[in-house]
C-alpha cells in the first residue's frame, strides 16, 4: 500500500536507499543482539535484491518519529524506513511474500515496510540447527574467543588439550532459553539428535560420551550448570572455578538437556563439531580414569653419576618413553612435541606416609613449573641449571610420530640432595605456539613420570639412616637395599617385592613394553648362571617386603619363619661368587646388576619395572702404584725387607661401590696355615715384627691416615692405591710367608685401628717372598759342599751370597 502522505515522482536516476530502520523482536532477551541480528537478516534480505540499507533503531517504541503506519503486533514487526536526504530516488522491487509484503515509494515522507518475521519462542528439548551458535570464551584471553555460525564451521578449530575455556556460550537467535534445570556435556562427534534421543548422552555411555579421563568436572559426570543471560545459554562460571577442559584431543560435541537428565525427549545435540588438538587415549576401560592420560605413571629411573641406562650413553635410549601408538591411541592435528615440569613437592611424616603433596602446572609461566634440570637437555647438552635449556621432545617418527623420548638423566648426580627420586608430569605441546615455548605452548598433560632411585646402604640399623650411599657391594661386604620412591609413587602397603637381577637389555625397556624383562627376570642369577645371592644366607625377596613406607622401602633384616632376624651381623646381602677364599674375593671382574620393583600384584610379570643397578666390584690387587711404574718401591710388597706398595684395582664404575671408598686401611697378619677369616682379621694385631715401623712405617696409628686407600688421579685413575696418594710412602715386611690382608672399609676416626661396626674382612692373601728365618749350616772347609734352604716363593733365579 502507499503511505498517506502525497507520492513524490521517483527522479530519473536511482541510488542506494538510506533511511532508518527498527525491529521488534519481544520483550526477552537482549535488545542489542536482537536488533543487530534483525537488521543483519533484513539487510541480507534487501541486499540480495540490489538495495543497501542504512538503518538506524529507535528502540523506545519501535517505530520511527515520522511513522505513520501501525502494525499488528500479534503477526508482524514493522520496520520503518526513513528518507535520509532531502530527495530519494525510489525503485519497486518484487520481495519474496514471505518476508516483505509492502515497499512503498516516497520522497521526503518515510517510508514503511513491513515483514512477517516469526516471534521468538522458547527453546525446551531441541534446537533450531539453521540459527544455533555458540562461543567459546578462554580464562586469562590465552586466545581470542572462538564463535561458530550456522554454516560457518564444522567442526570448530582452534580448541587444544590443556586450555582452559571459562565459558561456553549457546545462541539460537531469536528464541529464547527458559530451562532452569539444563545442562550439556561433551560427547563424542558420532553423537546426533537421534543418538541424543537415544541416550548417548548420559552419564555412563562410556563410548559416546566424554568422562572424567577425557574433560574436566562437572562436564565429565552429570553435566555442567547453566545460567541464561540475556537469552542465551551460559555454561561454565569462572567464579567457581569449574572451566571446561579438555584432557585429550578429539572431535567432540556438545551435548544438551533441557532438564538436565539427558533422556529421551530431552537432550539434543549442538550441532558442530569442537575438533581438540592434542594426544588421546580413547579406551572405553579407562574412560573415568584419570590415571588413563593425565596422570598415567611411567616409571623410570636415575643412576648416581651415570646416565641412566645400561649403556651409560647420553644417546642411548632409556626407560622413561611415553607412548601413545596403542589401539585407540593417537593424536589429532600436527605432530606437536613434549616436556615436563618443575619436580612435584612432597612430604612426609614422621611413618614415611604423603602428608602434603603439591604437583606442577604444564604451561605455567611459574619458575617452579619451569622443566627440572635433573634431566639433560635435549640438544646434545647436560650442563648445570644456569645453562641455557632445550626441554623438548621431538616424536619418535619410526612409531608414526606417537612416542616420545626422554633425554637421559645427568650423570652428575652424586649429593643426596640432587642425587634423589623425582616425580615431574609429562607435557605435550598440540603446535599450540610453534612449540618453541614451555609457557603457554606445552598445555596438555599426558602423564606423570617417576624417577626411582636404588641405593646400597651398610646393612643392619644404619641401613634405616642410611648415611653413607653406595652404588654396589664389594666381596664380604653385606648391604641393605634401599628404594627411594618417588612422590606418592610407592603404595602404602606391604605387597612391593625386589629383585637383583642378570643385566640385560630387556630390562632396560619401558615398563608399559610387554618385552620388558623385569618381570621373568630370576633373583640373584649372574651373567653366568650361577647362584651369586643364595637363599641361605640372603633375605628371601620372595616372601619379604620393603615396609609400607611411601618414602622409602627397605630390604635388610632377613625374614625367618618366626619373623626377622634383627641380628646386624648376618642381616642384608652379601654376594657369594665362589666356595674358597679366592673365588669369593677376586677370582672374577666386576659385574652389574639391575633391580626390579613390584610395588603389588606382583604374580604379573607386567607389573614390574627397572629401579635401578646394583654394581659388584672385586677385591683385585695391582700390581703396582700405576702403569708407568718402574721402581721396585712402587710395586706390590713381594719380598721380604723390600719396600713396595698395595691397592685395588677401582675402575671409575665402581667408585661409589661400598668396600672401594676411599679412606679405608689396611691390616697385615702372618697367616701360616693359610685359614684366616673375617673374625680373624678383627682379633688380628698389627704385629711390629712383621712389618717395619722404622721411621714413618706403616703402623696402627697411621694406617688409616698416611696410608689410608685414597685415588691419585695424576698417577692413575683406576686405582686405590694405601698411601694417601703419596708415593714414597710404602710397607716393608720383615717376614716371608703367607700374608693375610686384613681390610677395613670405614675407621673409625679417633680410634686408631678400629673399624666402624667392627666390619673388618679378609680382603686377600698373599705370598711375601724369601727364605724363612732361623735356618743355619755346617760344612767341613776345603769341601764341596751343596746346600739347601726352605722359604716362600722360591725361584731358580734366586741368589744367595
Not at 502507499?2 to 526477552?28: C, D, E, I, Y
Not at 534480505?45 to 517504541?61: D, F, I
Not at 725387607?641 to 676411599?662: A, K
Request: proline share 5%.
Amino acid at each position: 500500500k502507499k503511505p498517506q502522505s502525497p507520492p513524490v515522482a521517483p527522479r530519473a536516476s536511482s541510488r542506494p536507499l538510506h533511511g532508518s530502520m527498527h525491529a521488534f523482536f519481544g520483550q526477552q532477551g537482549s535488545d542489542l543482539r536482537k536488533r543487530s541480528s534483525g537488521l543483519f537478516f533484513i539487510a541480507l534480505l534487501l541486499g540480495n535484491h540490489g538495495v543497501q540499507v542504512a538503518a538506524n533503531v529507535n528502540a523506545a517504541n519501535g517505530t520511527h518519529a515520522n511513522a505513520t503506519a501501525s502494525k499488528k503486533a500479534e503477526d508482524v514487526s514493522v520496520q520503518t524506513l526513513q528518507s535520509w536526504g532531502t530527495v530519494m530516488d525510489s525503485k519497486l522491487f518484487a520481495e519474496p511474500e514471505a518476508v516483505v509484503t509492502q515497499l512503498a515509494e516516497i520522497t521526503g515522507e518515510p517510508r514503511q515496510l513491513q515483514a512477517t518475521i516469526a516471534p521468538p519462542k522458547e527453546i525446551t528439548n531441541e534446537f533450531d540447527y539453521t540459527r544455533t551458535s555458540f562461543t567459546f570464551y578462554f580464562i586469562n584471553d590465552i586466545e581470542s574467543p572462538l564463535t561458530c555460525q550456522p554454516g560457518d564451521c564444522n567442526p570448530a578449530l582452534g580448541i587444544y588439550a590443556g586450555v582452559n575455556i571459562s565459558q561456553v556460550e549457546i545462541l539460537v537467535d531469536p528464541d529464547i532459553f527458559n530451562a532452569p534445570s539444563a545442562k550439556f556435556r561433551v560427547v563424542r562427534d558420532n553423537v546426533d539428535k537421534a543418538g541424543a534421543q537415544a541416550g548417548m548422552c548420559k552419564y555412563g555411555d562410556y563410548t559416546n560420551s566424554a568422562h572424567s579421563a577425557v574433560v574436566s568436572r562437572p562436564w565429565a559426570e552429570y553435566g555442567s550448570f547453566t545460567s541464561a543471560y540475556d537469552g542465551s545459554m551460559i555454561c561454565g562460571n569462572p567464579a567457581e572455578s569449574t572451566p571446561l577442559l579438555f584432557k585429550m584431543g578429539g572431535i567432540f560435541k556438545l551435548c544438551y538437556s533441557d532438564d538436565g537428565s539427558f533422556e529421551a525427549g530431552h537432550a539434543d545435540v549442538v550441532p558442530y563439531g569442537i575438533k581438540v588438538n592434542g594426544i588421546f587415549d580413547n579406551d572405553p576401560a579407562c574412560a573415568e580414569v584419570d590415571t588413563c592420560l593425565t596422570k598415567r605413571p611411567y616409571r623410570c629411573f636415575l643412576l648416581r653419576q651415570a646416565y641412566n641406562n645400561m649403556a651409560d650413553a647420553y644417546d642411548a635410549p632409556t626407560t622413561c618413553v611415553l607412548d601413545y601408538s596403542g589401539d585407540n591411541q593417537g593424536y589429532v592435528g600436527l605432530p606437536g612435541k613434549g616436556s615436563w615440569t618443575g619436580m612435584f613437592a612432597v612430604t612426609y611424616d614422621d611413618d614415611g606416609v604423603v602428608d602434603t603433596f603439591a604437583e606442577r602446572t604444564c604451561g605455567s609461566p611459574s619458575a617452579k613449573d619451569y622443566p627440572a634440570d635433573f634431566l639433560c637437555n635435549t640438544d646434545g647438552a647436560c650442563g648445570t641449571a644456569a645453562d641455557a635449556r632445550y626441554p623438548y621432545v621431538t616424536p619418535n617418527a619410526s612409531v608414526d610420530n606417537k612416542r616420545l623420548h626422554y633425554p637421559v638423566g645427568r650423570n652428575d648426580l652424586l649429593d643426596p640432595g640432587v642425587f634423589k627420586a623425582y616425580s615431574v608430569a609429562a607435557c605435550y605441546c598440540p603446535d599450540f605456539q610453534k612449540c618453541d615455548s614451555f609457557n603457554p605452548d606445552y598445555v596438555q598433560q599426558v602423564g606423570i613420570l617417576h624417577f626411582y632411585v636404588s641405593k646400597v646402604c651398610p646393612n643392619g640399623y644404619q641401613a634405616t639412616v642410611c648415611t653413607k650411599e653406595y652404588t654396589g657391594s664389594a666381596p664380604q661386604h653385606r648391604f641393605a637395599m634401599r628404594l627411594q620412591c618417588p612422590s606418592n609413587a610407592c603404595a602404602n602397603a606391604h605387597f612391593n617385592r625386589i629383585k637383583i637381577v642378570e643385566q640385560k637389555a630387556i630390562n632396560d625397556l619401558p615398563a608399559w613394553d610387554s618385552s620388558s624383562g623385569c618381570g621373568t627376570a630370576t633373583h640373584g642369577i649372574n651373567r653366568l648362571g650361577v647362584k651369586v645371592l643364595p637363599d641361605y644366607d640372603n633375605p628371601n625377596v620372595a616372601k619379604l617386603h620393603g615396609g609400607i613406607r611411601q618414602d622409602y622401602k627397605l630390604w635388610n633384616f632377613k625374614n625367618t619363619s618366626t619373623g626377622l632376624n634383627y641380628d646386624a651381623s648376618v642381616s642384608g646381602f652379601m654376594f657369594m661368587m665362589g666356595t674358597t677364599d679366592h673365588e669369593l674375593r677376586s677370582r672374577y671382574s666386576g659385574e652389574t646388576f639391575d633391580v626390579c620393583y613390584c610395588d603389588g600384584t606382583c604374580a604379573t610379570p607386567g607389573n614390574w619395572f627397572k629401579v635401578g643397578q646394583l654394581r659388584f666390584a672385586p677385591l683385585q690387587l695391582v700390581s703396582a702404584a700405576s702403569n708407568t711404574s718402574t721402581a721396585q718401591n712402587e710395586f706390590i710388597i713381594e719380598y721380604m725387607n723390600t719396600p713396595g706398595t698395595f691397592g685395588f684395582y677401582r675402575p671409575w664404575v665402581d667408585y661409589g661401590v661400598m668396600g672401594l671408598e676411599e679412606g679405608g686401611s689396611l691390616k697385615l697378619a702372618a697367616d701360616p696355615g693359610v685359614n684366616f677369616t673375617d673374625t680373624d682379621c678383627l682379633n688380628a694385631k698389627y704385629d711390629r715384627d712383621l712389618v717395619d715401623e722404622t721411621g714413618s712405617g706403616f703402623r696402627q696409628t697411621n694406617a688409616h691416615t698416611s696410608y689410608k686407600g685414597k685415588l691419585n688421579a695424576q698417577v692413575d685413575v683406576n686405582k686405590l692405591v694405601f698411601n694417601n696418594a703419596e708415593l714414597e710412602n710404602q710397607i716393608t715386611v720383615l717376614k716371608a710367608g703367607f700374608l693375610a690382608v686384613c681390610y677395613c672399609a670405614s675407621p673409625t676416626a679417633d680410634q686408631p685401628g678400629k673399624c666402624d661396626y667392627d666390619k673388618w674382612v679378609l680382603a686377600n692373601r698373599i705370598t711375601i717372598r724369601g727364605p724363612g728365618l732361623g735356618q743355619s749350616w755346617k760344612f767341613s772347609t776345603h769341601v764341596v759342599f751343596r746346600i739347601e734352604y726352605e722359604g716362600w716363593g722360591l725361584a731358580k733365579d734366586d741368589k744367595i751370597r
